[in-house]
């Protein structure tokens, strides 16, 4: 009979994940991995071929765990890109390690920033963009890239603590810019 294998893809997965969310992406070692879900290396590449393949799965799990965030973040302003500001202010403070690993590291051609924040099937800048009254479709592209510019910079601030304007501080501040932005589209 043969014997059954305890370590599964999920396992290694799952512990990969709450140690990035915890330690940060270079600490997702496969020893720090082993010792985290309590098994030697060789289990881990039983199941990935190496450290790379895991973190490319990492990558995704990441990425989806993003998307949810923002699906399940509350939607309270009128103005269009404040909430999306404000969600990607929030998880830059509360998931330090994953907004590092998605925002602040370099990426290949299918995972470009616009692709991170516009979400892997919701669209969700695309949804702002609609929300834009009489936008030229042709600026819509700068337009995104002047507004993300400011709330990309705020999201940095709050990784180190630079940022510490109140969330009412916050809302004014972007719906003031945004509006400037969008005011002649």
Known sequence: MARKELISKKV??????ELLKEQGEENVTARKLAAHIGCSTQPIFRIYENMDALKHDLFDMARAYYDNYYLNHKKESAVPFVDLGMCYIQFAKEELNLFKMLFLSSHDEENTMYDLINGKENGFVIKELKRVHNLNMDRAQMLFMKIFIFIH?????????????????????????????????
């Open 12 to 17: 290694v997965l799952e512990g990969a994940f």
């Open 153 to 185: 910079g705020m999201a940095c601030m709050a990784t180190n603590g630079e940022f510490d304007l109140s969330k009412e501080e916050s809302v004014q501040f972007l719906s003031e810019i945004i509006e400037n932005f969008t005011k002649n589209q």
